[in-house]
């Protein structure tokens, strides 16, 4: 079971890029796995070495030595579109991340990163830009993402709320997750099937006619 | 009192609707799930420690497609993950009693070719599936879309999941398609429209009368590539095309059930008057064979255009344009058609199906692929593969100098040893473009099955609508003319 999460102080990680799709968080090769391990690796794999497997010089993004330890990344709009792997938001956490800001994020990564208790923080176009000035001006600069307040705190004190799912802001204060909720409420479920047939039943059978 | 007008997707939602407590997502039932090898075993691992069950494996179906390979199933598979990941699935299907179409299996295939394939996908359900791809079932009218492995878990454990209602947007395409031009240049020239964003927060309703003329297999093409739009889902309504083409299949309704079941999705079409949040209309008389330049699969152009320079783009997106270009070792301003490949890519979830493969048959069928290309063919199911060889397009392929593969994803998502080497260039009938997405370093044009298959013959991307006619071949332009909607097993190009 996750661990309840509220709120966390860190210097941030700009990749000012948009359109940041789940095939350069977390690249295919790297869904062989049958559990979660080693998966900081395989974060932004391809970004950091070469095809030949030697890291990059200068090295990219998070393995910059100052970048180490950041648990926020500030990137620019629709971030992580493309594959519904799950495996994104895994390798953002196992890496440290905790959230993300952007002016959107594709539906199946944001559903990814709420169950994964890693926060989609959607900010404006105006916003994400005063952000970037302020990272480029202040690279080391300390943010506060407090959920129970649905709060950011900038180095200067300068703050600004910001809209979160509040089931999904419910479930992680809590370090819960929806399984336990939707089985407590198995008798709807159970009411509803009796008056709704199952539509098919995948059991094997034989062909009727050949399609 | 009339009811209020309602849109296709918002009769599916209400109809699934278990209960939704106030400041909650609704509980949605699932009413199919498609399970394959690379985003389940998380989600059994899950299962296990909760010490739950698959609710109802009467409703779940499983293949093996992502990791698989697609050479001579005897051969044994070398990749050790990828081995254990097979293996995994077998066995997870077999504990929690989940029927599975595995290796060896002659009902194997890409999730989404063979769930329409064998009847599985009807209209009006919800269908879902660890896979983005899950769209493609949309083609049914169907509110099919794609979930990550933490929603598996929780399909498994009670087949419904937590969702908000979508936003509808109405894509309406009218006229009537040119030769040559079929459901994916409409797909890729939508996502140049709206960009990769574009539909994010809602759900697609294709429309239209280039959308009604087109077979199951040119709308399943369509809906597939929904999610690289922005939208998680996209669907066609249902009608007479999609009845035929269900009809008789192995999981379809039968008898009786079946009268009733068409009765019901009669009523499924939106209704007269129902809003949609957004709507687009793109003229499908206009539209060209489309291909992709960069490295989202947004960035596409018609195939007698040239790259995009800076100055033709939004400022805000000239970085990103540099980088793609970068990347693809491309230049601004330079035209698409004549660009040098190393391989031809036809096959995946996209474009794997037997409509696609006769489409790209009719082309390579009497001529050579260039010398020095790589051509893999890759069936997207085991019964396309089956049928592809019982109509002889396996030796059309291959006396083209093309290779004919098993059956999966393979060089759509390079998980299985079918990959682009760096700084290879790929033309290929897949759904991304991404960097890497294909093998690492390597560059992909998306394009159609027809437009594939004529730059396999000459080696440069092309356009189909150029190629001179053969002795055993009227031409790729002669033979995409779209098909009547009254024939959904309409041969050749969509």
Not at chain 1, 1 to 7: K, N, S
Not at chain 1, 101 to 117: M, P, Q
Not at chain 2, 19 to 47: K, N, R, W
Request: glycine residues 10%.
């Amino acid at each position: 079971m996750p661990e309840p999460f509220v709120r966390t102080t860190s210097r941030v990680i700009p990749i000012l890029r948009s359109n940041i799709d789940t095939d350069q968080i977390c690249p295919a090769r790297f869904l062989k796995i049958t559990d979660k391990a080693g998966l900081a690796d395989a974060l932004f794999f391809d970004w950091r070495f070469t095809p030949d497997g030697t890291r990059r010089n200068p090295p990219s993004f998070i393995d910059e030595p100052h970048n180490a330890g950041r648990q926020m990344l500030l990137v620019g709009d629709n971030f992580g579109s493309g594959s519904s792997r799950e495996h994104a938001p895994w390798a953002l956490r196992a890496w440290g991340i905790r959230a993300i800001f952007s002016t959107s994020f594709a539906d199946i990564f944001k559903g990814n990163a709420l169950k994964n208790a890693l926060l989609p923080i959607v900010v404006s176009p105006e916003r994400l830009a005063s952000l970037q000035a302020l990272v480029a001006a202040n690279p080391d600069g300390e943010w506060t993402v407090d959920l129970e307040a649905q709060k950011v705190t900038l180095p200067g004190g300068e703050s600004f709320a910001f809209e979160i799912d509040p089931f999904a802001r419910t479930m992680i204060l809590a370090g819960t997750d929806e399984i336990g909720y939707v089985l407590s409420r198995l008798p709807a479920i159970e009411a509803w099937e009796a008056g709704h047939p199952a539509r098919v039943d995948t059991a094997p059978r034989e062909s009727v006619t050949a399609p | 009192m009339a009811e209020r007008p309602r849109t296709i997707l918002e009769k599916i939602w209400d109809d699934h609707v278990v209960t939704s407590d106030p400041g909650a997502p609704a509980i949605l039932a699932i009413d199919l799930h498609l399970v394959h090898e690379v985003t389940s075993p998380q989600a059994f691992t899950g299962l296990r420690e909760r010490g739950l069950k698959v609710r109802k494996p009467g409703q779940t179906v499983a293949t093996a497609d992502h990791s698989i390979p697609t050479l001579d199933p005897s051969l044994p598979i070398t990749d050790e993950l990828a081995r254990k990941q097979l293996a995994q699935i077998e066995e997870n299907c077999r504990e929690f009693g989940i029927p599975f179409h595995g290796k060896g299996s002659p009902t194997r295939g890409i999730v989404h070719v063979i769930g329409p394939e064998l009847g599985l996908t009807q209209p009006g359900m919800t269908i879902v599936c660890g896979d983005s791809h899950t769209a493609t079932h949309g083609a049914f009218g169907a509110l099919a879309f794609g979930i990550g492995t933490s929603e598996i878990e929780m399909v498994l454990a009670t087949q419904t999941l937590l969702q908000r209602k979508p936003r509808n947007f109405k894509v309406e395409v009218t006229g009537r398609l040119q030769p040559g031009v079929g459901a994916k240049d409409v797909i890729l020239a939508l996502i140049a429209r709206i960009g990769v964003g574009g539909g994010t927060g809602h759900v697609f309703e294709y429309t239209g009368a280039a959308i009604r003329a087109l077979s199951m297999e040119a709308r399943m093409t369509l809906c597939n590539m929904s999610i690289e739009g922005g939208a998680r889902a996209g669907l066609v309504a249902p009608d007479e095309t999609a009845f035929a083409y269900l009809k008789g299949r192995r999981f379809a309704p039968q008898g009786a059930a079946w009268d009733a079941a068409v009765a019901g999705w009669r009523k499924l079409p939106s209704d007269e008057g129902a809003t949609y949040d957004r709507t687009i209309v793109i003229d499908g008389d206009a539209l060209e064979p489309m291909v992709t330049y960069g490295t989202n699969p947004g960035m596409g152009i018609p195939i007698s255009g040239r790259i995009p320079s800076p100055g033709d783009v939004e400022p805000a997106a000239r970085e990103d344009l540099d980088r793609a270009l970068a990347y693809m070792g491309l230049q601004a301003g330079q035209p698409i058609a004549g660009q040098k490949l190393d391989v031809v890519f036809i096959g995946s979830c996209t474009n794997g199906r037997i409509e696609d493969m006769r489409s790209a048959a009719s082309v390579l069928r009497g001529r050579h692929v260039a010398d020095g290309l790589r051509v893999l063919v890759v069936p997207g199911s085991q019964q396309v593969k089956a049928q592809a060889e019982s109509e002889g397009l396996d030796e059309v392929f291959r006396s083209a100098g093309a290779e004919w593969r098993e059956s999966g994803c393979s060089m759509c998502i390079a998980m299985n040893g079918d990959q682009l080497e760096p700084g290879e260039y790929g033309i290929s009938t897949s759904n991304r473009n991404f960097q890497g997405r294909q093998g690492k370093g390597g560059r992909s044009f998306l394009a159609s099955p027809l437009t594939a298959a004529a730059s396999a013959v000459t080696g440069v991307v092309t356009d189909p609508r150029t190629l001179q006619p053969t002795a055993t071949s009227s031409g790729a332009a002669a033979q995409a003319a779209p098909q009547p909607a009254a024939q959904p097993t309409a041969v050749e190009a969509h």
